[in-house]
């Protein structure tokens, strides 16, 4: 049991382009989101609702948005760094079986939300324990799922008919793959290297 917990964790990968497209059964699905709606949250607020994503239309109007924010982000690189960016695949929006957007609702359990009172923040981070237990669960069943961050907060609320007050955290694709990379697509593309758990282990203060 242990080990098939690390296994999961360490497997974990940030899929972009080994999606094959096919449907995704409906109750590995439930599986998924019910592990997603277990994750602990601030003041059990559970802010969070899940929005899926198939309609081939919808899923092609936010790649083109995609595809626009990779420009601009492009054209902000040195020549070095483009090239490297332009081999990175970065989405596979129109590749998985589906998309599902993780929101966040401030509003939720307010205006007395134990545990939040001093740390506004919280709320939003249990979002995003919920975002990574959906992608553990994932995993497990052998899916693939990735985190598209290519997008305008603003245009994903009026692509959903997201109401005010509601943020988009995180645009997930998920859906079977062909495999799992062994390394991390930015490590093997040379983007950046993993650090050494003793490079950010502190003893007792930061100077520690």
């Given at each position: 049991?242990?080990?098939?917990l690390?296994d999961?964790?360490?497997g974990?990968?940030?899929?972009?382009?080994?999606?094959?497209?096919?449907p995704?059964?409906?109750?590995v699905?439930d599986?998924?989101?019910?592990a997603?709606?277990a994750?602990?949250?601030?003041?059990?607020?559970?802010?969070?609702?899940?929005?899926?994503?198939?309609a081939?239309a919808?899923?092609?109007a936010?790649?083109?948005?995609v595809?626009?924010?990779?420009?601009?982000?492009?054209?902000?690189?040195?020549?070095?760094?483009a090239?490297?960016?332009?081999?990175?695949?970065?989405?596979?929006v129109?590749?998985?079986?589906?998309?599902?957007?993780?929101?966040?609702?401030?509003?939720?359990?307010?205006?007395?939300?134990?545990?939040r009172?001093?740390?506004?923040?919280?709320g939003?981070?249990?979002?995003?324990?919920?975002?990574?237990?959906?992608?553990?669960a994932?995993?497990a069943?052998?899916?693939?799922?990735?985190?598209?961050?290519?997008?305008r907060?603003?245009?994903?609320?009026?692509?959903l008919?997201i109401?005010?007050?509601?943020r988009?955290?995180?645009?997930l694709?998920l859906?079977?793959v062909?495999?799992?990379?062994q390394v991390?697509?930015l490590?093997?593309?040379?983007?950046a290297?993993?650090r050494?758990?003793?490079?950010?282990?502190?003893?007792?203060?930061?100077?520690?």
């Amino acid at each position: 049991m242990r080990s098939d917990l690390y296994d999961v964790i360490y497997g974990r990968r940030d899929v972009r382009g080994q999606f094959t497209g096919e449907p995704l059964a409906d109750d590995v699905l439930d599986r998924v989101l019910r592990a997603a709606h277990a994750a602990p949250s601030v003041g059990l607020t559970q802010p969070w609702d899940f929005v899926l994503v198939r309609a081939a239309a919808t899923k092609a109007a936010f790649h083109r948005h995609v595809s626009d924010e990779r420009a601009a982000f492009a054209a902000t690189l040195d020549a070095e760094r483009a090239a490297r960016f332009a081999e990175i695949k970065i989405d596979g929006v129109l590749e998985s079986s589906l998309s599902i957007v993780v929101t966040y609702d401030a509003a939720r359990g307010a205006p007395a939300v134990l545990g939040r009172h001093a740390i506004a923040d919280a709320g939003l981070y249990s979002v995003c324990l919920a975002i990574e237990n959906l992608w553990l669960a994932a995993r497990a069943e052998d899916l693939g799922v990735g985190w598209v961050s290519f997008y305008r907060e603003a245009f994903v609320s009026e692509l959903l008919g997201i109401p005010a007050g509601i943020r988009p955290v995180a645009w997930l694709c998920l859906g079977p793959v062909t495999h799992h990379e062994q390394v991390p697509d930015l490590e093997r593309h040379g983007w950046a290297r993993r650090r050494e758990l003793a490079d950010v282990v502190h003893d007792e203060t930061w100077a520690g």
